[in-house]
């Protein structure tokens, strides 16, 4: 059995993974918020650092997993807090748990294999794909062109993009020089990329994926959510139920945590529709936890 963590910039994630047969015995997922104050302080909160050791706990009581054995990586919010040593040792010392930083290169790379595997799994082709991986503290874009790949992180989360903004009408114009960024990458690399399919992971895609399914956060079905397709005005018909929705109904819809900043999401989310020039993307469940788990099951046979 092969343990991997993945602590994100508002998630952490834990999966039990068969190695073997590729599959999963297991998982747990929590809302942490290690991104919240971030961009003010530049620094990762005591409270949020307290909320991912009472997430670990939880996390092992509920999958009764050994911390030490845990293959663990950490993300955008930890490359970019100034006390990031600090706070890993922290994690160390109260948790057993050796998180390793790993860069934007290596985030999109590990995203894609998991998410190769699970376009094989549920069938579609997976030679020619547009993957977006919307994180709390950053989103990968990576271009599959069967075995040639090519990737870039943006600095553009779900969480910094709410705080950058005082209001909707902020965000926005931010998001408007964000796009023009994303729009030269895609350039450069001189392309046609219209016959790619739009592929699109992480909890803004899979929550919006689950509501038009009838899911809300108690009956999530990662099963049911996989392979699910979103065009772009389901995402537009959800943002607008979502603004009619009371406190206590964003609650039981997105669960804990997500629902301050599921409005930013959707902005990135429809962002990249019109980069990309897509009507349709096709969401997962699978990303970087999945991907780790992989590619420890590959150095292992």
Same mark, same amino acid.
């Not at 047969?21 to 302080?41: C, P, R, S």
């Given at each position: 059995?092969?343990?991997?963590?993945? $602590?994100?910039?508002? /998630?952490?994630? @834990?999966?039990?993974?068969?190695? @073997?047969?590729?599959?999963?015995? !297991?998982?747990?997922?929590?809302? *942490?918020?290690?991104?919240?104050? $971030?961009?003010?302080?530049?620094? +990762?909160?005591?409270?949020?650092?307290?909320?991912? *050791?009472?997430?670990? #706990?939880? /996390?092992?009581?509920?999958?009764?997993?050994?911390? /030490?054995? &845990?293959?663990?990586?950490?993300?955008? &919010?930890?490359?970019?807090?100034?006390? /990031?040593?600090?706070?890993?040792?922290?994690?160390?010392?109260?948790?057993?748990?050796?998180?390793?930083?790993? !860069?934007? +290169?290596?985030? &999109? #790379?590990?995203?894609? $294999? &998991?998410?190769?595997?699970?376009?094989?799994?549920?069938?579609?082709?997976?030679?020619?794909?547009?993957? +977006?991986?919307?994180?709390?503290?950053?989103?990968?874009?990576i271009i599959n062109n069967d075995n040639i790949n090519h990737s870039k992180s943006f600095d553009l989360g779900i969480i910094t993009l709410a705080q950058k903004s005082s209001n909707t009408e902020e965000l926005l114009k931010f998001l408007e020089l964000k796009k023009e960024e994303i729009k030269e990458f895609i350039l450069s690399l001189d392309m046609d990329l219209s016959d790619f399919q739009f592929v699109a992971t992480a909890g803004t895609p899979t929550t919006v994926a689950a509501v038009k399914l009838g899911l809300d956060f108690a009956s999530y079905d990662r099963a049911l959510v996989n392979g699910t397709t979103l065009t772009l005005k389901e995402l537009d018909s959800f943002l607008k139920l979502f603004r009619s929705l009371n406190e206590k109904e964003i609650l039981e819809l997105v669960g804990t945590g997500r629902g301050d900043y599921i409005e930013s999401g959707v902005f990135i989310y429809r962002a990249f529709y019109e980069i990309l020039n897509k009507n349709i993307s096709i969401v997962f469940d699978d990303g970087l936890r999945e991907g780790v788990a992989i590619n420890e099951a590959i150095k292992l046979s």
């Open positions: 059995m092969i343990v991997t963590i993945d $602590l994100g910039s508002n /998630s952490f994630r @834990v999966l039990l993974y068969d190695g @073997v047969n590729h599959k999963i015995i !297991d998982e747990y997922q929590e809302v *942490v918020g290690m991104a919240d104050g $971030l961009e003010k302080t530049k620094k +990762i909160s005591p409270e949020a650092q307290n909320r991912v *050791v009472q997430a670990v #706990k939880r /996390s092992i009581e509920r999958l009764n997993y050994n911390p /030490s054995d &845990a293959i663990c990586v950490t993300t955008a &919010a930890m490359r970019k807090a100034k006390n /990031s040593n600090e706070v890993l040792k922290k994690f160390k010392d109260e948790c057993d748990l050796n998180f390793r930083i790993i !860069d934007g +290169i290596e985030e &999109a #790379k590990l995203t894609l $294999l &998991a998410i190769k595997y699970a376009l094989k799994r549920e069938k579609v082709n997976s030679k020619k794909f547009l993957l +977006i991986d919307i994180g709390g503290g950053s989103t990968e874009l």
